[in-house]
Each structure stands twice: as structure tokens, then as C-alpha cells.
């Protein structure tokens, strides 16, 4: 049988998540026809990732790329995604699994999430204009560090004043995110989502966030994440086939 892909994302209590991850990987099978596709979840929705490998196993394919679809290289990645990983392959005789790289801040995320602030109405010429640029947030420091490298960069490239926002986990919170940048001048503030899909923590972020404040949408199953996750399975695959 031929590779297949498995998309994983976190999972959430939230429907509207497990309803978009379903809509992008929808998005992708529809890009690539001939590549099955499916979709698992590390934690609170089905199918899960142990559910999913062993569904393509019984359906006769041996040979797996799983592409996460996480924004960054934490917990997640690094440690519970493995694990489940190496579990699977114990139990399903002949079954090999490749792991991509996690979508993380890839120009082709950070040029979607501009548009999605861009349509919300803020005007990043607007020179009293503050932006959170709000994401998950993790214990493992340097998940967090890319997302502030991210906020620096957009601060450089767009002029307005522009701040790393972790809606758990770690700091600045979004309160502590809107003191610094009214501390800096901001009047007015708008919220980037540095988040795949809706759910809890981007509600909190809104919600904390308060009303009058514009609040971008998630990136969601838009054709340019659909594109990034086969960019991540064929960049997998090429790499395979170099190591064989």
C-alpha cells in the first residue's frame, strides 16, 4: 500500500476545534487525491492517535508519516506525541512512522495570521495601535521564545508596537501583555491568533482581552495550512528516501 499521512493536533473540549482540524484535513485530501489522509488527536477528541494507526494498519498500509499540526516544538511534540508513537509501532507488527517537523512559524503561517489581524480592521500604520499576538503558551521556554521572536519580527517589519500574549502557561498573560503596551504609548489594541483553530484558550484570550478590542481569527483550515501540511510530508518523505 501506499504512505498515508496523519495529521495530529492537540484536541480540545471544544467541537468547533475537532471540526476545523476535520475541515483542513479535508482541505488537504481534496489538494492531493491520490494521498489517504486522516486525522487523530493527542488528547480529548477521536479518533486518537493509537485509534488512527491502527485503522490505516488494518486497512494494509505499513508506512506512515504523521505530520503534527502545532505551532510549536513543546510538550506536545517533544515528549507525548513520541511516546504515543512508539507505543503504536510496538503493537501493529510491520507499521513504520515518520514524524515532520511541526508546522511552527513558518512565513507561510505568519503571512495567513497578518491577514487575518489585516481583516479584523487594524491598521498597523495606526500609530497608536497595540498588538497582542496571542498563543497557547508552554512550561518549555522555548516554545515561548519563538512566539516573542515571531511578536519582534512583526513589530519590525508592520511599525506598531507588537506583544508576545500566552493565554496559559507562561508570561506575559494577556493583561500583563496590554500594560506593556500601553506602557509603550498603545490607545487602541487588536489581537493576532497564533492558534489553528477556535476553542477554550482563544475564547479566554478574548475574553480577557476585553470588549472593543478586535480580535483576529484562528489561522484555521485555509488552503495555505493545507498546502504547509503537505509541504511538511513531502519534505518527511524526500528525506526518507535520502536516508534509505
Not at 115 to 125: N, S, V
Not at 128 to 139: C, W
Not at 161 to 184: C, E, G, I, M, N
Request: overall charge positive.
Amino acid at each position: 500500500m501506499t504512505r498515508a499521512l496523519l495529521a495530529v493536533a492537540h484536541g480540545s473540549r471544544d467541537p468547533r476545534s475537532a471540526a476545523t482540524i476535520r475541515a483542513l484535513t479535508e482541505r488537504v485530501r481534496a489538494t492531493a487525491p491520490d494521498l489517504v489522509v486522516r486525522e487523530a488527536f493527542l488528547d480529548l477528541s477521536e479518533p486518537s492517535v493509537p485509534g488512527a494507526l491502527a485503522g490505516l494498519h488494518a486497512r494494509g498500509h505499513r508506512d506512515v508519516v504523521v505530520v503534527p499540526l502545532l505551532l510549536g516544538s513543546a510538550y506536545h511534540a517533544r515528549v507525548d506525541l513520541p511516546a504515543l508513537l512508539e507505543r503504536a509501532t510496538a503493537e501493529l507488527p510491520g507499521l513504520t512512522v515518520t514524524t515532520s517537523a511541526v508546522l511552527g512559524t513558518d512565513p507561510v503561517l505568519t503571512g495567513l495570521a497578518t491577514d487575518r489581524l489585516l481583516a479584523t480592521g487594524a491598521d498597523p500604520a495606526d500609530p497608536e495601535l497595540g498588538v497582542l499576538l496571542a498563543a497557547v503558551g508552554s512550561s518549555h521556554a522555548p516554545a515561548n521564545d519563538a512566539v516573542s521572536r515571531l511578536a519582534a519580527r512583526w513589530q519590525a517589519v508592520h511599525g506598531c508596537r507588537v506583544s508576545a500574549a500566552f493565554a496559559s502557561a507562561a508570561a506575559p498573560d494577556v493583561p500583563a501583555a496590554l500594560a506593556r503596551l500601553r506602557a509603550k504609548g498603545a490607545r487602541r489594541f487588536a489581537v493576532a491568533s497564533w492558534f489553528l483553530a477556535p476553542g477554550l484558550l482563544p475564547d479566554r484570550v478574548a475574553r480577557l482581552a476585553g470588549a472593543g478590542v478586535a480580535m483576529a481569527a484562528p489561522l484555521g483550515p485555509d488552503q495555505r495550512v493545507a498546502d504547509l501540511v503537505l509541504t511538511r510530508y513531502r519534505e518527511t518523505v524526500a528525506g526518507a528516501l535520502r536516508s534509505a
